[in-house]
């Protein structure tokens, strides 16, 4: 009966990414925009983000340096000089500075605090943000009236913006939930190891994977189909950056993934077809999210991930 159901949801989520008619009710916030990284060699990282990832320079500031992909956001991955590896931040978007000043004012509500209180934004791109922390420490920035651009044509083989954020610790659905109570995130799923919420028609902006710390899972940017997914992956393949994990097709969400690990350890991930979900969509649970023996993914033709990959995704902690 269970594998039936599964059969069953598996069958009808083949189509879902095709339909982007979801009825969405408001959300506090409306996207996520960056994340910011402290690495140990700024250089390296801006050549892996620039030269093989596909991501263009669009600002320095000190030795700081953003890269943007083809979308309207001014950034979408910010590189500080750090000593060791670390995630600064993951920067969400609101549509007002109401919002912005919500967050701040409900946030101690449901155990976090602020770490930033909302004002001006100093840093290239501008805008108005908060920052505060969950309570197990994790930073994020909500920000509204930021830098947009208007050239923002896709190209066939690089990213368009971030598509989700992935981060790990000892009790992902609580986790998740103070992303839904305290953000005002909607539950899109859960399985056995991970909880995913949405803030806009993608299934999931914010996931939370089981781990021994509070640390970066991996960061995936969208790429605007299947076919852009394998030259883009080819493209890192020629400048030996092998696939660690991919290409496949994920359950939840049903994104298409091909995983790396770039400079510093850091796990990233080209990721494309993630499905739009409207407020009717039903929460799943791990019994939905199950996969015939020896499968890890939709279709069942990639290898598992690499030892490389899974050391990755759980070495980089937040600063």
């Known amino acids: ?6 059969t069953a949801r598996l069958r009808a989520v083949d189509q ?5 008619g979801a009825v969405v009710s408001n959300f506090l916030l409306n996207g996520l925009r960056s994340v910011e990284l402290g690495v140990t060699d700024i250089a390296a990282t801006e050549r892996f983000f620039t030269e093989a990832w596909g991501l263009r320079v669009v600002a320095r500031a000190g030795a700081a340096v953003y890269l943007r992909a083809t ?6 991955i910010a590189l500080h000089p750090a000593a060791r590896s670390s995630l600064l931040s993951v920067t969400l978007t609101a549509a007002s500075k109401a919002a912005v000043d919500a967050v701040a004012e409900r946030i101690a509500g449901f155990g976090g605090k602020v770490l930033a209180a909302p004002g001006a934004v100093s840093e290239p791109g501008g805008g108005y943000a908060t920052t505060i922390a969950d309570p197990e420490g994790r930073a994020f920035r909500v920000i509204t009236g930021d830098e947009q651009h208007a050239a923002t044509a896709a190209a066939s083989d690089v990213p368009e913006r971030l598509a989700h954020v992935v981060l790990n610790g000892k009790d992902p659905r609580k986790a998740i939930q103070f992303i839904v109570d305290a953000l005002g995130f909607k539950l899109s799923d859960h ?3 991970m909880s995913f919420a949405r803030t806009n ?17 991996h960061i995936a940017f969208l790429m605007p189909n299947l076919e852009s997914v394998m030259k883009g992956a080819g493209r890192l393949k020629d400048q030996g950056y092998p696939i660690e994990w991919g290409v496949g097709r994920h359950g939840p969400g049903h994104n298409v993934f091909a995983y790396f690990v770039g400079p510093g350890g850091l796990p990233v991930e080209y990721t494309s077809e993630v499905d739009e979900v409207g407020d009717d969509y039903k929460v799943g649970n791990p019994e939905d999210w ?3 023996p020896g499968r890890i993914d939709h279709w069942g033709i990639s290898a598992p991930p690499s030892d490389r990959l899974k ?8 600063a």
């Open 71 to 76: 979308g309207a956001a001014h950034h979408v």
């Open 311 to 318: 050391q990755a995704q759980n070495h980089i902690a937040f």
């Open 290 to 292: 199950t996969w015939p």
């Open 16 to 20: 879902a990414y095709l339909s982007r």
């Open 191 to 193: 399985t056995r190891i």
């Open 201 to 217: 028609r993608d299934h999931h902006s914010i996931a939370m994977a089981n781990g021994d710390a509070v640390t970066l899972n």
């Open 1 to 6: 009966m269970k594998q039936r159901a599964q």
